[in-house]
């Protein structure tokens, strides 16, 4: 029987890592490892049932947990990473990226401004209630 799932072959030069080698590297669990290769970010090759994870898948797990602690999502982290599949010249990519990365600015400004008005209601809320309670201290002493 021919299998028809892509077997990956391993440059002589890669370092090889476990799941868990790699996720305590990079300080997540190894079930965050699987998951993302159940969403298709990474594709470890395997050496019987084990995971054999690369250099690549590495780098790759570095730029999702940028991506994720810059606020995309997985979807549009997967994009831009197909998209070096797909342009090695990463000028696609790049494009796509500065785009992405514009848009998550305007969002994060918007909030920003929408936070900062909170804080101002909430010190005048803070400043109204300070003052009633002073009063009331006045009134209490005379």
Partial sequence: ?????KKRRFPVSDQF?????LAEELGMTPR???FYETKGLIN??????TRIYTQRDRA????ILRGKRLGFSLQ???????LYEIDRTQQEQ???LIAAVRERMGMLIEQREALELTLK???AVEREAEERLSQKAGKLAS
């Fill in 1 to 5: 029987m021919v299998s028809r799932s």
């Fill in 121 to 123: 209601e909430l010190k």
């Fill in 76 to 82: 549009e982290i997967k994009n831009f990473l197909d």
């Fill in 44 to 49: 470890p090759g395997r050496a019987g049932k």
């Fill in 60 to 63: 790759r797990l570095i730029l």
């Fill in 17 to 21: 890592f476990t799941v868990t080698q």
């Fill in 32 to 34: 965050a490892v699987r």
């Fill in 94 to 96: 790049l494009t796509a």
